[in-house]
Each structure stands twice: as C-alpha cells, then as structure tokens.
C-alpha cells in the first residue's frame, strides 16, 4: 500500500489540493536509484523499483530488488 499525502497549494486568490504519493512528495531531491524520502533513506516498496520507484516489478516480493526489479 502507498502512502498518500494531501497537498494544498495557493495560486492568486484559489486553493488548489492534490494527493500525492511519498515518492511525488519528495521527488524534488535527486535519490539514488531504489531509494526515496526526505533523506533518501527509504527503499523503495514492493512492487516500485528503480529510478525514482516509478518501475513496477512483475514478479512476487521475494525476487524484486527495489534498485534492479525482478531477479531470475
């Protein structure tokens, strides 16, 4: 399960909120490949991997690396 967060933000005189994921939230700082968070220190979570967790493993947890994907 992702973790959502609500985000409001003002443009002139309108609020505007959206939900956005932790991965979203923080994306603003460059992580290293697998990982996420405010300090980059969070892999990411079954089923993301990859760049920004935005890859999706199509295999079952045990045999994802959340830098690489699915192992053989």
Known sequence: MEIC???F?????????????????????????GFYG????????HPNYGELCHLKCECIKQYCNHITGCQD
Not at 12 to 27: H, K, N, Q
Not at 38 to 45: A, Q, V
Request: proline share 6%.
């Open 38 to 45: 405010p300090k980059c220190e969070l892999p990411c979570r």
């Open 9 to 33: 933000f003002v443009v002139g005189a309108f609020i505007f909120t959206t939900v956005m994921t932790e991965v979203e939230l923080y994306s603003n700082q460059k992580c290293a490949t």
């Open 5 to 7: 967060h609500r985000v």
